[in-house]
């Protein structure tokens, strides 16, 4: 069994901001394998169901960004996954393009206080990993603004684009080919021109 969690923020003040992406990834899982995210358990919503034939739980936590590894912690104890090969994790990178995806096996925070959190509560840095670009934050802006702003019309499309992308590479993780999805995704994408 695999845990899939995405970052965010509940309530409806949140929705469709740049620090949610996560959420919007799981919400694009479930409708593509229609699986419903509406069940609470370890402080999130979750939902059972398959993806590409492994069993998965779709998790949101629910416990604000910056306690996200309290949640996945829980649910990583109840459902006895091993958070190194079964929790995969998705959240919002200010570091990399609008709708642009970096997948990695391991790594830091990197400042993100959502990931740091887990780390914290995991004691380990090693779980897979899914960022979505949100675009890097305007010179002058304060980056909690940033990240829980809203996205213009032209990067909502290009956020589509890359939710349905950071899907397709869900499902290529859980078939073991994270190295496929890796050279797949981790390249620089041009921006399509207006």
Known sequence: MYIIAGLGNPTLQYEGTRHNVGFDVI???????NISVDTRKSRALIG???IEGHKVILAKPQTFMNLSGESIRSLADYYKVDVETELLVIYDDVSLDVGQLRI???GSAGGHNGIKNIILNLGTDVFPRIKVGVGEKPKKYDLA???LGH???AEKEQMDEGYK???SAVAMILNGEMDVAMNEYNRKVKPKEA
């Open 151 to 153: 996205f213009s019309k």
């Open 48 to 50: 059972k169901g398959m």
């Open 165 to 167: 992308k950071a899907a």
């Open 27 to 33: 919400d694009t899982l479930a409708d593509r394998y």
């Open 104 to 106: 990695r096996k391991k």
């Open 145 to 147: 603004d940033y990240v």
